[in-house]
């Protein structure tokens, strides 16, 4: 806002070498200006004072004909053709999406208090001279994993006491401007991080202080984060995520219950073991995501989806469990021609259990039995090939979300990677 206030009204500005270097930040800023004085129904401020932003998609086409008109000459002002680009951060959310705060209910204070104090029995078996390094073996939370959980803590209430706004990143990207005010826009943003972070690391500190009184005298597991820990959370608090995926077998249940694999695994007792988690839970969101995914097919050739060549790919595994053997491996007419309407058949009920029957995208691409028969005719005429620039491509790509476990950087996929090397496509899908 002070950078914002710095500048000139563009409207007056007459130098255009000076219109052409006003960041995209200042000129959306000066856009909602204008345009909360053409909308109809005039802002009436809420008990918290909140400013109104475009809403419908009639008042955000409305908003971008504003800095349309702003500009002297649209063709020639790059720093206009950002501010359209990014016209969409105006009435973004700024706050914590649902999959942040799905990891911000898991943790608990009073779980938290119980894990981080040391029992008085503990504090009696280490004075006895006991092993301490046999704590992991017998459900001690690590001290790594109360660290996260602390800072997770201090988070929470940095929300409520920030209208759930999370600290700031303080990093701008790149942007079409005049030396001079980009550094002061950058100053300002690094200013305001550093703000929200000391405010996050004093929450940090009263959170500590609090488990130590809690505690009455005994030693607790948990330290304070070190400051470079604590700034690359505050950078990252949008981008925590809880990845929880399912064993191989357990996906095989509710994809194909009927195969003969399960039956025999089911003896083991391998689905009903306590110490597994709600599989049951995690396909319930799952599903969800699917049919999420099914919007957004493959524009070029919808047929092309990488969901579709992957539900045909799981009918050729029910297929080899019920016949140990692939489809395709008789080459003759008949023979290909039946095993592509067994692998259609077993498509179908794929999808099916998958909760997928009742989607658009399916109905028309999939369950269409001219466009789902064609799909089987090619995945049996594969015959298991391995073609090695696909295998390239894939191994890849899986050294890369190694590297990510290892390093503990970025977010790993979440959870079946398909890539189509027919269209040079990917997508990843929760199954």
Not at 200 to 209: G, I
Request: hydrophobic fraction near 35%; proline fraction near 5%.
């Amino acid at each position: 806002r002070h950078v914002h206030d710095g500048i000139s009204n563009l409207d007056g500005m007459g130098d255009s070498k000076e219109h052409s270097h006003v960041p995209y930040v200042v000129i959306l800023l000066q856009a909602l200006e204008k345009w909360r004085g053409t909308v109809s129904a005039p802002f009436h401020p809420d008990p918290k004072l909140r400013p109104r932003y475009p809403e419908t998609f009639a008042e955000k086409e409305e908003y971008r004909k504003v800095v349309r008109s702003m500009a002297i000459n649209l063709n020639n002002e790059v720093n206009f053709e950002e501010a359209l680009q990014n016209a969409h951060l105006v009435w973004a959310d700024g706050r914590l999406g649902e999959e942040t705060k799905v990891v911000l209910d898991r943790v608990r204070e009073e779980e938290f208090w119980t894990d981080a104090i040391k029992s008085e029995m503990e504090e009696d078996e280490n004075d006895g001279g006991s092993n301490s390094s046999s704590n992991n073996s017998s459900g001690v939370v690590p001290v790594h994993v109360l660290q996260f959980q602390l800072m997770v803590l201090a988070l929470k209430r940095f929300l409520k006491e920030n209208d759930e706004y999370p600290p700031l990143e303080g990093t701008i990207p790149d942007m079409t401007a005049d030396t001079k005010t980009f550094v002061a826009l950058q100053e300002a943003y690094q200013q305001q991080a550093e703000m929200d972070r000391a405010k996050f690391d004093a929450l940090v500190s009263t959170l500590l202080e609090e488990c130590h009184q809690k505690a009455n005298g005994c030693d607790v597991r948990v330290t304070k984060p070190t400051d470079d820990e604590i700034v690359t959370f505050c950078k990252n608090t949008r981008y925590i995520r809880i990845l929880e995926t399912r064993p191989l077998y357990a996906e095989y249940k509710e994809q194909d219950p009927s195969s003969p694999i399960i039956s025999t695994l089911a003896k083991s007792n391998i689905f009903t073991s306590p110490s597994n988690p709600n599989f049951d839970e995690i396909q319930s969101y799952g599903r969800d995501d699917l049919n999420a995914s099914t919007m957004d097919p493959y524009v070029d050739d919808p047929i092309q989806t990488p969901m579709l060549w992957w539900i045909a790919l799981r009918a050729c595994d029910a297929f080899y469990d019920r016949h140990e053997h692939y489809p395709g491996k008789h080459d003759q007419t008949l023979a290909l021609e039946a095993d592509a309407t067994e692998v259609y058949k077993l498509m179908v009920e794929v999808v099916g259990n998958l909760g997928l029957k009742e989607c658009d995208f399916i109905k028309v691409y999939l369950l269409d039995e001219a466009k789902g028969k064609n799909l089987a005719r090619e995945v049996v005429r594969y015959d298991e090939a391995e073609i090695h620039s696909i295998a390239a491509i894939l191994g890849g790509v899986a050294s890369q979300e190694a590297v990510k476990l290892i390093t503990g950087q970025y977010v790993p996929f979440d959870d079946t990677y398909v890539y189509n090397g027919i269209a040079s496509t990917a997508g990843v899908y929760r199954f």
